[in-house]
């Protein structure tokens, strides 16, 4: 099933902070972020594979709440460059090991 | 490392046509998925191999998609009597254990 991804769209200025969740209804072996900008292929962000687990790409980092079955992306003074939708991808433990279901995506928008 | 090359990039047919596509992935990486996105969705899980195995095949798939990995290298994806549904970005992607995928550029299919 589908992981669940919220806000679906979101418009910032530059510098500004976001937070995009990821909610699955199974129990999972690991998250994944990835960010798509239009007409490109998605772009590998990081995985996170335990829970409580946290990490940090530039300005961008994220957390996994095992037990709720849930991941947060924050964005952190945002650039220019961070526009583009941004998905989660959820491997499941019943599956581990397999291939990652990924959510509809966050459209986020950073503006000058 | 070249990364993910996907052939071709765009592709027109009509409605009842065959058409084949070629992904080939990292060399070192042992793990190739397909993956089917259409406008504003997440990457739909198609199927997936570990070296020339396929693993898992998505119950969304019908019998008109067909993958191979022959000697766990390149990989192709056949759509037979394609359909105005079959419309979509396909994606091929590959990984290791444990790491985010790497994404090709995709074949964009249009079926009139």
């Known amino acids: 099933q589908q992981p669940v991804q919220s806000p679906q769209a979101v418009i910032l200025r530059e510098g500004e902070d976001a937070v995009i969740n990821c909610s699955s209804s199974?129990?999972?072996?690991?998250v994944h972020w990835y960010r798509q900008k239009h007409g490109e292929a998605p772009v590998f962000l990081m995985i996170?594979?335990?829970?409580?687990e946290q990490k940090g790409h530039e300005k961008i980092s994220a957390s996994f709440n095992e037990k709720k079955q849930q991941s947060s992306l924050y964005l952190t003074a945002s650039q220019l460059s961070y526009s583009g939708t941004y998905f989660c991808g959820t491997e499941a433990k019943e599956t581990s090991g397999s291939r990652l279901t990924f959510g509809e995506g966050t459209q986020l928008t950073v503006n000058p | 490392d070249t990364g993910v090359s996907q052939d071709p990039r765009h592709k027109i047919t009509k409605r009842g046509q065959n058409v084949t596509f070629r992904c080939d992935p990292i060399s070192e990486h042992n793990r190739l998925y397909w993956y089917r996105q259409t406008l504003g969705q997440g990457p739909e899980f198609l199927t997936y191999?570990?070296?020339?195995?396929?693993?898992?095949k998505s119950r969304l798939l019908s019998d008109r998609f067909s993958a191979e990995r022959p000697k766990g290298s390149f990989s192709t994806l056949e759509i037979q009597r394609t359909e105005q549904g079959d419309s979509a970005m396909y994606l091929c992607?590959?990984?290791?254990?444990?790491?985010?995928?790497?994404f090709g550029s995709g074949t964009r299919l249009t079926v009139v």
């Open positions: 992607a590959s990984s290791l254990s444990l790491v985010g995928y790497t």
């Open positions: 199974k129990a999972l072996y690991s």
């Open positions: 996170l594979l335990k829970g409580g």
């Open positions: 191999f570990q070296n020339e195995a396929q693993l898992e």
